[in-house]
């Protein structure tokens, strides 16, 4: 993790951490409080704008460490829409078509000015402008679930705050280990933010995030995720780490919609059926073991999204095992009915408690026992048996040989023509000699090509190592990108790489200190200018990058250049 992801972190935690008690102060005096009614928990005079603190740490974060661009300014305008809704309702309590009003509204200035949603959704046999309508709607559901389901969860001290930092953690790794510095930036932003809050949250809170904050990190979590998370765009089946990742306050959220509609009341109403509900009432463990066990769930449910980079099978064990904990205890805990316990039904034929449902009681077993009589419990296991024996010879059947992992390189938005072409050659490779030349002339054309640059933009920087991108970029600053501000103030940067040749694809003895364990290669790259390069005073030059293989993707860690290209000599 880079200085500037940290330091991301530790700016927001600081001014968060100074302004919640001004600004709870302040509101108090105000009148702007949580009040008791049946459904509260807390007891007290407790100010209810904590997410206000959060939302002007995040802020001023934002002016220090982030670039602006296009999406991020749509970020920042339907986080600021999202977050006056909440604080409104804060203060005089909007009705619920009012507050979705507001959050379909964020949700389209981030997808119309923005660009941001699932823009390779895509439907077999299906024109494609219909697929982009659905795409949208898609993107519009995404964001106005996640808000909710994260503003659902904050019904105890430190619940909602400290299971969005986790997120937004998870967020983070993954996000660096798949070369996107930039979403890492942005959680950590958000994540130091209500980090600095949660120091006055936890249990017992001196003060509550409200709406206004709630909304707001639900909001932002949902267009984080919705930035790619990590892959290589926001395409419909990148949703499925986020997803796992959320899947505390996403089952909570369903649950709670299935609840309410078993039970005939609005899918809006609100009650004492959520998750942290049933662990303080009805296992009766109070607000602090509650919010821990929600906090290690969630940090699981992160786990499986990690380790399903590199570890799938395992992933998928911890995923199935947690869903099936997770089940069993929304039936014991009768969060969905009482009469709704599949699983604890099917488990009692084997323990025969008198505390859990009897199968015999059931309406299904009586139309079931007439065909197999006593024989129910050994055709079960005759069925667990059998799949347990497909998915065991699955899994040692399995190819356990080298394998290319799915494609998670970076494409710049502004990126030259020939690097949109390169990065064509990276998604369709599947040969690995190939894909290491084709990852080096990307970082070659972006980091040589000036006309798509910004003030201070360095090329590049998506395809290098991370843990030395602070040392890459210092020394970008002080070579070939040292005067290249003067030249975008003039206008003139317009030196663009136009042609690559490979020169050479070798393995290097050449090791890096702490990265001694992975295996090196050197790609010599022939490069060719548009123009005599204004800052190299040549139109062709020769360079070596140097890159190594880590996890089955390949990272630039180093670059040379050599000087002026020379034609080798047919003679």
Not at 249 to 265: C, E, F, G, W
Request: glycine content about 6%; overall charge positive; some cysteine.
């Amino acid at each position: 993790m880079s200085i500037h992801t940290i330091l991301s972190f530790v700016v927001t935690f600081i001014i968060a951490a100074f302004l919640v008690p001004l600004v709870g102060k302040v509101t108090k005096n105000m009148g702007i409080i949580a009040h008791e009614n049946k459904r509260t928990i807390h007891h007290g005079i407790i100010p209810r704008t904590g997410g206000y603190a959060i939302y002007i740490a995040f802020l001023i974060g934002a002016m220090i460490f982030l670039k602006t661009d296009v999406q991020i300014n749509s970020v920042l305008i339907g986080g600021f829409i999202i977050f006056m809704v909440g604080f409104y309702d804060d203060i005089h309590d909007l009705p619920p078509k009012a507050k979705v009003a507001g959050q379909v509204l964020a949700a389209l200035v981030v997808i119309l000015y923005g660009g941001i949603s699932l823009k390779d959704f895509m439907i077999p046999n299906v024109p494609t402008n219909i697929s982009t309508v659905l795409a949208i709607i898609i993107t519009i559901g995404w964001i106005i679930g996640i808000t909710n389901a994260v503003n659902l969860i904050d019904g105890l001290d430190g619940l909602c705050a400290g299971i969005s930092i986790i997120v937004l953690v998870t967020i983070t790794v993954t996000s660096i280990t798949s070369g996107r510095s930039d979403i890492a930036s942005l959680s950590m932003l958000l994540a130091g933010s209500i980090a600095g809050f949660l120091l006055y949250n936890f249990h017992p809170a001196k003060i509550f995030m409200g709406d206004c904050g709630a909304l707001f990190i639900g909001f932002m979590i949902s267009v984080i995720s919705l930035l790619g998370f990590g892959y290589k765009g926001s395409t419909f089946f990148t949703l499925g780490a986020p997803i796992v990742v959320l899947a505390v306050p996403i089952m909570d959220t369903l649950i709670a919609i299935i609840r309410r509609k078993v039970h005939h009341k609005r899918f809006d109403e609100a009650d004492r059926g959520h998750l942290h509900h049933k662990l303080m009432f009805s296992l009766e463990l109070g607000q602090t073991k509650s919010v821990l066990i929600l906090y290690a769930a969630t940090a699981l449910f992160s786990l499986c999204s990690y380790l399903n980079l590199n570890h799938p099978d395992y992933a998928r064990i911890l995923f199935i095992t947690l869903l099936i904990i997770f089940e069993i205890f929304v039936e014991y805990t009768n969060m969905i009915s009482r009469k709704y316990k599949p699983i604890l039904t099917i488990i009692n034929i084997f323990l025969h408690r008198d505390d859990l449902p009897k199968i015999k009681e059931s309406e299904p077993y009586r139309k079931i026992v007439r065909n197999f009589k006593g024989k129910l419990k050994y055709v079960l296991l005759v069925i667990v048996v059998v799949i347990a024996s497909y998915y065991g010879y699955q899994y040692t059947h399995r190819d356990t040989g080298p394998k290319i992992k799915p494609i998670t390189y970076v494409e710049v938005t502004d990126g030259t023509e020939l690097m949109k072409t390169i990065y064509k050659d990276i998604e369709s490779t599947r040969d690995r000699t190939a894909l290491r030349e084709y990852v080096a002339a990307y970082f070659a054309a972006d980091f040589y090509s000036l006309k798509n640059k910004d003030k201070d933009e360095i090329g590049g920087t998506n395809y290098f190592y991370q843990d030395k991108l602070s040392d890459f970029q210092d020394y970008a600053k002080k070579d070939y990108y040292a005067s290249v501000n003067k030249l975008i103030a003039n206008g003139e940067n317009t030196d663009n790489i136009v042609s690559y040749e490979v020169l050479s694809n070798t393995v290097s003895e050449t090791k890096l200190a702490g990265l001694e364990d992975y295996n090196y290669y050197d790609v010599i790259l022939h490069l060719q200018f548009n123009h005599k390069s204004q800052i190299l005073n040549t139109k062709d030059i020769s360079v070596t990058i140097r890159l190594i293989d880590k996890n089955h993707k390949y990272y630039v860690v180093s670059y040379s250049y050599n000087g002026p290209y020379v034609k080798p000599n047919d003679d």
